[in-house]
Every structure is written in structure tokens, then in C-alpha cells.
């Protein structure tokens, strides 16, 4: 134990979190000095979201297992008000800044200088204005936030974590949005807290900035540690060897897909953030799909792919400035899902609470909203044509349920996520988009859609896997494609593909020609 | 959290007031139907709650009934011919804009300018008579779908907010018919229109109706099971499908008998079941209304289906602003003149009836059904206590109570459920 630089700030002992069917974090340790930067790696799902709500509260004391040891004092937070008081703030990438309100008082939220219950005003502006001064920052307090740029909103709300005396500060992913000039602030600003004291946790997927800044380097996978170094120990091509070291299990059902003619093409795809003008969430992407091909599309979060695909959909809030689609070689105009839809493309979508059920409604419902007008007639429905259609594809994808009239809500996870594909499948598409198609579920159904996505494949259809299971990319696709930031990285055949290579251009590194 | 989930745009308003929150009927992950459990029955919480609902309408009717026991009605007043008669007819208006109203909040939007509607559209209904029946009943009901679409524009393509689009309805189309009516009342002169909210159809065409329901109800069951066979899935037994068809049928015969008795049934009631028939076949039948539950449960889910959003909505208004219209000719021919204040309040009334007969302000959920049973426990609560001369003010507190109780035992039993 090395207590250069003044002994262990944090300690984080064993810590376990389950979710129903999952185990996120399975005796995780974790340690962080005064005056370190200590970043957290590892891919989607590894866990390093889940260890820093257990440390900010969000999951409270009693809810995992383990120690939670501050300046040596073992903590048991039962709220995220409680980690603050000791000390504590996690800056989340969704931001926690009321939107209408000034700076001044976005900082000092809840803690209102006053008297008698009266806010003073003047005291909170030029403390907010002192404090903003500090972090040499030239942010006028006095004008709403929501006028301010995400990255120096993302400054302001280190601000106001350091106006708690946070000792403790947690960054998760906190260059995602900004742009290059931002992320210099926000490096000198880091540098700065180092020297006072302030011990940082740095969650990015960025590994070239975690090499830049970070004193040590812990790596997490599948919710247990691998292992803690000293930066000038590592390189990146260990640390991504740590982050992907896992066998490709047989649990995908190996098929090779014989494949035909190009069914779908993309050209030059290019999406504007919604929220911030000028920046590109996904840049100039191009790709092909031949009928009975499976083309994944790895990257980490935030590379855009969810992006790519509604924006192909017609269904991106941004602006898609620039790109073509081509069905059977023949350019198709999709301004909304309806066109898609037209066009043949099929969408499951990633969240499927969110984007892809109604909750409300019957399993049947569910399966045939999208299809309704083939299956149904074009204004009066076909009840019983539906009935029959939704029976089907019940007992064919085997979704357990007590009868197709299931209220779709009470369902669990694996069988809401094979409502949404057979509702996708009752359109008849020839090209099917899968976001995400097994986050969340339990293995046994995991299995079953890898096994109807090779039916699918073997039926004709074009499928484009987006997944941020790696294994699940490397284990179904015929092709992979890596996006990083908005742009393709790299390209692999099935046999190229390794999960190194792939990691490799998921965090930045253009493929290697050579290869 | 994942980036690249971006938010996609929704094309649906805020709604303002809710009621329940987005929660299905039972939470746990399971493969069943929610079921709510009372002594050793499990009954499927969704026809329990439809149950529970006619139960309070019998409990309020047998309550009356109780009440109104004297020595000149030994059996209670309330459920007789002349009362339920005129029961019925102080409901149908009421149940007219319930129907249309379920729509709209189905869709997840509300309408708040039913009232001045209504005033409008009956008020322009009585300003036309002059050029003849046909013209001054088109009239009424044009106004209505003018106003139904323009707001619908509003709320669907300039994405206001229905609750203040309408809000500012309610305001403008009353000041409309103020200044057009310089505040007077226009007495209704066409017998023909005047009949509309009073008179009674022949007892001969009410037992013909009633035996064409009769063939209707028999024809779509022996249809359906048929259907079903065709496509394979298990059709009901022939006592299933003779109860089905002979339970509706007694209660229609009952129904016609009584109103015969009573000089027929009223053509109010009439136009009534005719709205409501039309409305639960467009909401149960329809693609139209398939997309309206979506829309209101999961616009987001329901956008990327490939439903437009906005096409539907102002379709929903475009609907309500019809059957505003049917209603404000009803209303303006049972009070025999259009004033500038009629209507006055309907938009709650309208509210209030889809609410109690379990309607989700948050939209996705409700049916036609349950709002005209809802429209007929108020009108029951209305006109028992009317005739217990209970005071007008009591009455309302009474009204309030009821509306907020129903929803309170609605959410009480989803949660336990």
C-alpha cells in the first residue's frame, strides 16, 4: 500500500450489487489517494456506473455488499445528500442543472445563502462569481445556464460540487460533449484540483485521455476488477486486453449465412446533435447489407450507432445533413418511420420500454401496431386475420404469456423484447435493424433471439446488429463494422474480427491497413 | 447512460393534468394477466374495474329507488318509466360529448373548449333556421368540425399544448357567440328541430330498432364465431354464444317495453346510442382507434411503428368537433332556445364522465363504454338528488366527491393489484 501522497482517501472494499438476474458488481475493491486522478475503464455494462451510484448514494446503504471507508471511517450513505456531506460529488453525464435558472443559483441549489429564510442575493452571486473566478472561468453567474454550452455547463456543475468542499470528485464520461477546446479547460481545471487535494474518479472510453491524465488506472469487466496499475505501467494495448479478456463462449449458434445480392445500402450518413448546432453525432458513415447477412456494428457508447440507425429510420430528432439510402439499388426517400416502413426496414429499437411497447396494451396490440394496415384492413381491422397473425408468431417465437391478450407490460424482459421483433416481423420487412436486442434479458431468451436472428439471416433477410456485447457481435455477425465518435474506424470480416482489433478502433485508433 | 440514445423528438404536447401515473395494472415481471383477488375468486383487474363501475351505478340506482319510496310510490319513484325516461334524456348530451371526449383524452390530449362550443355551434344552429331544417342542422354541426379542426391544427402541427389551445378556445368561441347573439337568446322555431331534444319515436319504431339490435347482436356473433374457425382459433361454445346474444337481447326488449310505456323512446336517447355505437366501433374496430390508444400510451413507440402522430390527433379533434356538434343540437333543441351562456361547464361534465368510468388522463387507456356509464352515474347522482330536493349546492359537493373518489378507489386497487 503506497501512501505517497497522503494515505487512502477512499476506500471501496468488496463491493457487490445484484439486480434481479444480474450480478453488476461482484466484489469489486477500489481505492483513490488525495490529489490523484484515478480513471475507471472497461466496456458497456462492466459496472463502473453502478460502483459510483453505490459511492454517491444513488443506491443506498443496504442495498449492496461491501465497505464504503472515507478518510478512514467506514460510511453508510442512505441517500446521495449524505455522500455529498461527506464529501462526495458525482457529476453524472446527464446533467443535474435546472435549466431556467442562473448560475449563481444552479451552484448554490438547496443551499441557498439567507437569512431568515429570505435568499441573499448578493452574497450568492459573489461567492458563485469568487468560486467561478477560482476555476478562472469567465462565466458571468448572472445568466441562465440553459444559455451556456453543454461543456461549460459541465464546468459549472464541477463548480458547484467544489462549493460543497467535495474532496471526492466523480467524472463520468465528462468530455462526451465537449468540444476540443472545452476538454483543455476542463484538463487545466483538473490539473488545478490535483494539486489541492482533491482526489478524482475518471470514467471515459477515451483511453488516449485517460493515458493523459490519469495517475492509475483500474479496469473493470463483467462487474469485477482486473486490475490496478500505475499509468506509466501500462500501455493501451494491455489495458484493452484487459478490458475485452474473455473467451467468445459457444453460446452463439454458429451459422454462416449464405448471402445474396446488396438489399441495402447507406451512403455518406451524416446526423447533427439536435442540441448543439454544428456537432456531429454521426459523420459521413457509409455501408452495405446483402440479403442472409448479419452486419454488426460495435462501438462504445456515445459512437453514434443508435444515432445512424433512427436516422436511416426517419426517426432522429437531429438533422440529418447529408446521406443516401438505396433499396435493391434504388434511392429511397425516408423522411419518417412510415417510409421506412414502405421501403421494407424493420426496427428494433434499443429500450424497448422507452421506444418499442405500449405498456398498456395486449401482447397482440403490441405485435401488430406496425403492421396493422397489411395484416388488417386498411381502416375497419380484421380482428380475427390479427388474432391469427399474433398467435403465431406467439407459439414461432415462443413468447410465454398466458394468452395473446397479455397486457404487454406485465411480461418479462426477454419476452417484451420478443413482442417488439415479432411486431417488426408482421410488417414482413427485408431489412431488420436490431439496437440492443438482448440488453436486459435473461440468458435462456438471449439464446433464443441469437438463434432467430440466424433463422432470419438464413430466410433472406438483411440484419444490421448493433450491440454493446461484443462477444454478441463477434459471435453473430458475418461483418463488423466499428464506429468511434460518428466515424467508421474500422471493418472486419467474421474471421479477422477479434475482440482486440475491434477495442482497438471502438476507442479511437483507426484500423490498421496492414491487417 | 448511452449517447446515442438521442432523444427523439415527440411530437406530443405536455399534458398538464394527470391522473394516473404510466403504471400497469400489476408490476411484477410475470406471464399473467394482472389479477386482483377477492376471497377465493381471481378475476382479471381489467373487467373488475368495468365491474365495479356497473356495481356503483346499481348501488346508486337501488339507493334512489330506496329513497324515493312514498306513500304515492310504494316501489320508489326513481327507476319508473317517467323518471328513468327523463333521466335518460338529461344524460344523452352529456354521453354525446363523453364519447367524443374519450377520444381525445385516449389520444392523450384533452379538450376544455367542449362548453363554448356547444354554445357556439347551437347558437349559429338557431341563428340558420331561416334557411330551412337541413341547412340550420348542418350548420351546427359544420361549426363544430371547423372548430375541431382548427384546434386540432393547433395542437398537432403547431405543437401547443391542447390544454391551452382549448383553454383559449373556451374563452374565444364563448366571447364569439356573445358578440354574434349581442347576448340574446334565440328562441328554436322548427318543430322538426325542436322534437330533436323532446319528443319520442313511435313505440312501433322503437320495438323495429329494437329488433334490428337484436339481429345485429345475433348476425356479429354467429359472424365471429365463424371467423374464428376460418382462422383456426378456438370459437365459443353454442351456450357461450346463445347467452351472448339472448342476455343483450332481453335487456333491449326490457328497455323498449319500458320506454314504451312511457310514450316511446326519446330521440335524444336515440342519437345517443347511435354516437355511442359509432364511437366504440371506431375505438374497438378501427385502425384509427388502434393508433389513438398507441399515440396516448406511447407516442414515442407509436412514432417509430409508423404512425403519424399528427394526422391521428387532428383526426381526434376533427371527430370531437362533430360530435360537439350533434350535441350542441340536441342541447339547444331540449332547452327550446340557444342562449349565449349554454353549455356552460359541459367540458367537465364531459371530463368527469370518462374519468369515472375509468378513463387515464395520461392517455391509452379508457373506453367508450366507461364513459357513457360514467355519464349515467352523474346524470343518476344529478337527478336523484334533484328529486330527494337535496340543495343545489350539496349537489355539487356530492358530484366533486364522487369524481374524486372514483379515481381514488381506481388507484387503490391498480396499486394492490
Not at chain 1, 128 to 156: F, M
Not at chain 1, 214 to 221: H, P
Not at chain 1, 383 to 388: F, I, K, L, S
Not at chain 2, 82 to 105: D, E, W
Request: charged share 20%.
Amino acid at each position: 500500500m503506497s501512501t505517497a501522497s497522503g494515505g487512502a482517501l477512499l476506500e471501496m472494499r468488496n463491493i457487490t450489487k445484484t439486480f434481479p438476474g444480474v450480478r453488476a458488481l461482484d466484489g469489486v475493491s477500489f481505492d483513490l489517494r488525495a490529489g490523484e486522478l484515478h480513471a475507471l475503464v472497461g466496456e458497456n455494462g462492466a459496472g463502473k456506473s453502478t460502483l459510483m451510484k453505490v459511492l454517491g448514494g444513488v443506491y443506498p446503504h443496504g442495498t449492496y455488499g461491501g465497505e464504503i471507508i472515507v478518510d478512514g471511517k467506514l460510511r453508510n450513505f442512505g441517500s446521495v445528500r449524505e455522500a455529498e456531506g461527506a464529501g462526495i460529488a458525482v457529476i453524472f453525464q446527464e446533467l443535474s442543472l435546472v435549466r431556467e435558472m442562473t448560475v449563481g443559483e444552479n451552484i448554490f441549489l438547496g443551499r441557498e445563502p439567507r437569512r431568515f429564510g429570505i435568499i441573499r442575493r448578493e452574497e450568492l452571486y459573489s461567492r458563485a462569481g469568487e468560486l467561478l473566478k477560482n476555476l478562472r472561468l469567465s462565466v458571468d453567474p448572472h445568466i441562465p445556464i440553459g444559455e451556456l454550452g453543454i461543456g461549460q455547463q459541465q464546468l459549472v456543475e464541477i463548480a458547484k460540487a467544489l462549493s460543497q468542499e467535495a474532496r471526492i470528485l466523480v467524472l463520468d464520461e465528462p468530455t462526451a460533449a465537449l468540444a476540443d477546446a472545452e476538454v483543455e479547460t476542463l484538463f487545466r481545471i483538473l490539473r488545478d484540483l490535483r494539486t489541492r487535494g482533491v482526489g478524482m474518479i475518471y470514467i471515459s472510453h477515451k483511453l488516449d485521455e485517460v493515458f493523459q491524465m490519469a495517475d492509475r488506472i483500474t479496469v473493470l469487466r463483467d462487474g469485477r476488477t482486473v486490475g490496478t496499475d500505475q499509468t506509466s505501467d501500462l500501455d493501451e494495448r494491455r489495458v484493452i486486453a484487459r478490458m475485452v479478456g474473455r473467451e467468445v463462449g459457444d453460446i452463439f449458434p454458429q451459422a454462416d449465412h449464405a448471402r445474396g445480392q446488396v438489399v441495402f445500402e447507406a451512403r455518406d450518413v451524416t446526423v447533427e446533435d439536435p442540441n448543439a448546432r454544428g456537432k456531429l453525432l454521426v459523420d459521413r458513415v457509409s455501408f452495405a447489407v446483402r440479403a442472409g447477412e448479419v452486419l454488426g456494428i460495435a462501438g462504445l457508447m456515445g459512437a453514434g450507432r443508435s444515432d445512424l440507425l433512427m436516422a436511416i429510420f426517419g426517426a432522429h430528432a437531429g438533422r440529418m445533413t447529408s446521406g443516401e439510402i438505396f433499396i435493391d439499388g434504388q434511392a429511397a426517400r425516408i423522411v419518417r418511420p412510415s417510409d421506412a416502413i414502405r421501403h421494407g426496414l424493420g426496427f428494433v429499437t434499443e429500450d424497448r420500454k422507452r421506444f418499442g411497447l405500449v405498456l398498456d396494451q395486449t401482447i397482440l396490440n403490441n405485435m401488430t401496431l406496425a403492421g396493422l394496415n397489411k395484416l388488417s384492413g386498411r381502416f375497419i381491422t380484421d380482428e380475427d386475420a390479427e388474432a391469427a397473425a399474433g398467435e403465431r408468431a406467439m407459439s414461432d417465437l415462443r413468447v410465454k404469456a398466458n394468452s395473446i391478450m397479455t397486457v404487454a407490460g406485465t411480461l418479462s424482459g426477454g419476452n417484451q423484447q420478443k413482442v417488439v421483433l415479432a411486431k417488426w416481423l408482421l410488417t414482413n420487412p427485408r431489412v431488420l435493424f436490431l439496437d440492443e436486442p438482448t440488453r436486459g434479458i435473461d440468458v435462456g431468451a438471449k439464446q433464443e433471439i441469437y438463434r432467430e436472428i440466424n433463422r432470419l439471416a438464413r430466410e433472406g433477410l438483411a440484419i444490421v446488429l448493433v450491440s454493446s456485447e461484443l462477444p454478441e457481435v463477434l459471435g453473430l455477425s458475418d461483418r463488423v463494422l466499428v464506429l468511434h465518435e460518428g466515424r467508421v474506424t474500422g471493418e472486419f470480416k467474421r474471421a479477422d474480427a477479434t475482440p482486440e482489433k475491434v477495442m482497438a478502433c471502438a476507442t479511437g485508433h483507426a484500423q490498421e491497413r496492414a491487417a | 447512460m448511452d449517447h446515442s440514445a438521442n432523444e427523439p423528438h415527440t411530437d406530443r404536447p405536455v399534458m398538464t393534468a394527470d391522473v394516473a401515473p404510466p403504471g400497469i395494472a400489476a408490476a411484477e415481471e410475470g406471464t399473467g394477466t394482472p389479477q386482483t383477488r377477492i376471497g377465493r375468486f381471481a378475476i382479471p383487474t381489467a373487467s373488475l374495474r368495468a365491474y365495479t363501475m356497473l356495481f356503483a351505478l346499481v348501488v346508486i340506482w337501488v339507493f334512489f329507488q330506496w329513497a324515493t319510496i312514498d306513500e304515492r310510490h310504494p316501489y320508489g319513484l326513481f327507476l319508473g318509466a317517467v323518471n328513468f325516461s327523463k333521466l335518460l334524456q338529461q344524460m344523452a348530451v352529456t354521453g354525446v360529448l363523453a364519447t367524443g371526449m374519450l377520444m381525445v383524452i385516449v389520444a392523450g390530449q384533452i379538450d376544455l373548449s367542449v362548453g363554448a362550443m356547444v354554445g357556439l355551434a347551437g347558437g349559429i344552429a338557431a341563428m340558420t333556421q331561416d334557411y330551412g331544417l337541413v341547412p340550420s342542422l348542418a350548420a351546427g354541426i359544420a361549426v363544430g368540425l371547423l372548430i375541431g379542426a382548427v384546434q386540432g391544427s393547433l395542437v398537432a402541427y403547431a405543437n401547443i399544448p391542447a390544454f391551452i389551445v382549448t383553454l383559449g378556445g373556451l374563452l374565444a368561441w364563448r366571447g364569439v357567440i356573445l358578440g354574434l347573439t349581442k347576448g340574446a337568446t334565440i328562441p328554436v322555431v322548427l318543430p322538426v328541430f325542436k322534437s330533436l331534444g323532446r319528443d319520442f319515436v313511435a313505440p312501433a319504431v322503437g320495438i323495429a330498432l329494437g329488433v334490428v339490435a337484436i339481429a345485429a347482436i345475433a348476425w356479429i356473433n354467429i359472424r365471429r364465431n365463424s371467423a374464428r374457425r376460418r382462422h383456426n382459433l378456438a370459437a365459443s361454445g353454442i351456450g357461450v354464444t346463445a347467452l351472448r346474444i339472448v342476455l343483450p337481447a332481453l335487456l333491449i326488449i326490457g328497455f323498449v317495453l319500458l320506454m314504451n310505456s312511457q310514450g316511446g323512446v326519446p330521440i335524444p336517447v336515440i342519437v345517443l346510442l347511435a354516437v355511442a355505437i359509432v364511437g366504440a366501433f371506431l375505438t374497438q374496430r378501427t385502425t384509427f382507434g388502434r393508433y389513438l390508444y398507441a399515440i396516448g400510451g406511447n407516442p414515442d413507440a407509436a412514432r417509430l411503428s409508423g404512425i403519424s402522430l399528427r394526422k391521428h390527433i387532428l383526426a381526434a379533434f376533427c371527430v370531437m368537433g362533430v360530435v360537439v356538434g350533434i350535441a350542441s343540437l340536441l342541447h339547444t333543441a331540449r332547452v327550446g332556445s340557444a342562449t349565449p351562456d349554454a353549455g356552460n361547464l359541459m367540458e367537465l361534465d364531459a371530463i368527469a364522465a370518462c374519468v369515472i368510468g375509468g378513463t387515464s388522463l395520461m392517455g391509452g387507456r379508457g373506453t367508450v363504454f366507461g364513459a357513457v356509464v360514467g355519464a349515467l352515474i352523474m346524470a343518476s347522482l344529478d337527478n336523484g338528488m334533484s328529486l330527494l330536493d337535496v340543495e343545489s349546492y350539496i349537489q355539487n359537493i356530492v358530484k366533486g366527491a364522487v369524481l374524486v373518489a372514483a379515481v381514488g378507489f381506481d388507484m387503490l386497487g391498480r396499486r394492490r393489484g
